[in-house]
């Protein structure tokens, strides 16, 4: 089994920063993709930020150049750090990862929890 495990969520005032992690756990041969999502309530979920395993990234133009995504490889771990928040950033930030299980596995697809970002004053 795998799973992620995100944290960093918070109330935070209109400006500020945050950084959000995501872990993998589990029985994990390799990830490739690890994407962050959010979604705000009575809103479909969106696409925010992803990286391949070799460090290439891509943005949701509303987050580009505020938010800046990253991993550890040998920790199965994708972070986001978030900088000059907006209330409209407020939402929850779901992480998903691509990953194989074994050498000769196939790719499937993980979702974390969650964890509520609000921007606030």
């Known amino acids: 089994q795998v799973q992620l495990v995100e944290s960093g969520g918070g109330l935070v005032q209109p400006g500020g920063s945050l950084r959000l992690s995501c872990a993998a756990s589990?029985?994990?041969?390799?990830?490739?993709?690890m994407t962050w999502y959010r979604q705000a309530p009575g809103q479909q979920r969106d696409f925010v930020a992803t990286?391949?395993?070799?460090?290439?990234?891509n943005y949701a133009d509303s987050v580009r150049g505020r938010f800046t995504i990253s991993r550890d490889n040998a920790k199965n771990t994708v972070y986001l750090q978030m900088n000059s928040l907006k209330p409209e950033d407020t939402a929850a930030y779901y992480c998903?990862?691509?990953?194989?299980?074994?050498?000769?596995?196939?790719?499937?697809?993980?979702w974390g929890q969650g964890t509520q970002v609000t921007v606030s004053s």
């Open positions: 589990g029985s994990i041969f390799s990830t490739n993709f």
């Open positions: 998903h990862a691509e990953v194989k299980r074994s050498p000769g596995g196939m790719w499937a697809d993980y």
């Open positions: 990286i391949t395993s070799g460090g290439s990234t």
